[in-house]
C-alpha cells in the first residue's frame, strides 16, 4: 500500500489473510472477541453448559480466541462439535470494521474502526488506533473513548467531541485487530513492506493508552482490559510494556496501580499551574502539587518502574531554559523519565514545534540533572497519526467539507 493510500472496503488483509467481515447475521450476535473470562464463563452459561465444564470451555475459549486469534468456532477442535453449533448460533467472532488504513512513509500505519451500531448510534462509533514500528519492538497506540472528556489546547483529539467510553472489549478488540493486520497471530502472513520489527520480535510488543480518550475516566474498562491483554494464555503482554496515560485524574491514579499495575505515564507539558490551566484545563481541578503527590504515592513506583512525564515543545510557550530547570526541580524524588515531544502540528491550530536547537538545550539540561531525556522522534505525521493528532477520519472530512463552503 503507497502513501496515504487508503483502504475503504472494510477489513480485507493484506497478503491474503483473513480478517473477518462483519456479516448481517454477525451483526445481531455479540462478539466474544475482547471478553474478559468471566464473559467467556457467563456465555458458556447462557447456552447451557454445564457448571462443571465451565472453567474449562472459558480456557479452550481464551486459547482460540486470544493465543490463536480464532475467526471461526469451526477451527476449535477440542470443543464438541454440538457446542460449537451452539456457540455460533448465539454469538460471533467479528472484529471492529476497518474502514481506512494508512500507511506513513515511515512505516506507522493509522487505523480508523468502526464498532457494531448500537440503540444510541445506528452507524456505529468510530475511533482510530495507531501501530508504530521499531527495529527491536512494535507499539500499538490505543484508544479508551470516542472522542475525549478533555480540551488539551495542543491536541487535536481534544477539538472532538466526546460520544460515548469504550468498552473492554472494544480496547482489547484494537488489538486484536492490529495483530490480525500485522500477521501477528499463527498461521498469518506478515505484511512484506519491511516496515515491520525484526522477524524474531512480536509485531506488538507494546500498547500505550495514548489514543483517544482520557483513560481514567474510563476507568474500570480500562482496567479489565488491561488485565484481558497481560493474561499470560492469551495475549500475554507484560504489564511493563503496557503504559496508560493520563492527564491528571488525580483519585484514580493510586486505584490504577493498586487494581492494574500497568506503567503509568502523566501529560505534564507544563511547570506552572497557570500555563497548565490553559494547556491542560484539568489541572483546574487536580492542580500540579496533588498530580504530583499522586505520583509519588504510585503503587510499585521504583528505579525499574519509573513514571513517564511527557512534555509537549510548544515554541515560546513552555520551551524556555527557565522551565526546563523548573522541571527537574518539580519531579525531585520522583522516579521518573521525561519524553520530550515535538508538537505535531494539525489544521487550524495556533501552536508551533520548538526550534530543533531549542529542544536539545531543553534536554540537555534534563539529561545533566540525572533524568533520561528522550526526544520522542515524530511518527506517522504525513498521516496525522503523531502524538495528539488523533482524530476520527469522519470529523476531519466534516471539519474539511466547512472549508470548502467556507474559506474564511
Known sequence: MTLNQ???????????????????????KISLVGATRSGLADACLSIGVPEREIKMRTAQLWH??????????????????????????????????????????????????????????????EVECVYIPESDRGT???????????????CHTGTQNFVRNLSTAEIVAQLIVARERLGDFPGLTPPTDGLLPHPESRAVSNIVFMGMGEPLYNFENVRDAVDVLSDGEGLALSKRRITVSTAGV???????????????AISLHAVRDDL?????????????????????????????????????????????????RDLVRLLKGIPAKINLIPFNPWPGTPYECSDWERIEAFSEII???????????????????????????????????RLVVDPA
Open 6 to 28: 487508503m483502504q475503504l472496503d472494510g477489513p480485507a488483509r493484506p497478503n491474503g489473510g483473513a480478517c473477518v467481515p462483519a456479516s448481517p447475521d454477525s451483526l445481531k
Open 64 to 125: 482460540w480466541i486470544y493465543f490463536r486469534g480464532a475467526t471461526s468456532f469451526d477451527v476449535m477442535l477440542n470443543i464438541g462439535k454440538g457446542l460449537r453449533a451452539r456457540l455460533a448460533e448465539s454469538f460471533s467472532l467479528a472484529r471492529p470494521e476497518v474502514v481506512a488504513e494508512q500507511i506513513s512513509q515511515d512505516g506507522t500505519r493509522k487505523w480508523l474502526l468502526r464498532f457494531p451500531p448500537t440503540a444510541e448510534n445506528e452507524k456505529g462509533a
Open 140 to 154: 500499538l497506540c490505543v484508544s479508551s473513548q470516542v472522542g475525549c472528556t478533555l480540551t488539551c489546547t495542543f
Open 250 to 264: 488525580v483519585p484514580q491514579i493510586e486505584r490504577l496501580g493498586a487494581e492494574a499495575s500497568p506503567m503509568l
Open 276 to 324: 497548565r490551566n490553559k494547556l491542560v484545563p484539568l489541572n483546574k481541578k487536580y492542580p500540579l502539587k496533588d498530580l504530583l503527590d499522586a505520583c509519588r504515592g504510585y503503587p510499585g513506583l521504583s528505579n525499574a518502574r519509573r513514571i513517564t512525564f511527557e512534555y509537549v515543545m510548544l515554541k515560546d510557550i513552555n520551551d524556555s531554559l527557565a522551565e526546563a
Open 367 to 401: 539529561f545533566n540533572a540525572g533524568y533520561a531525556s528522550p526526544v520522542r522522534t515524530p511518527r506517522g505525521r504525513d498521516i496525522l497519526a503523531a502524538c495528539g493528532q488523533l482524530k476520527s477520519e469522519t470529523e476531519k472530512l466534516r471539519a474539511r467539507a
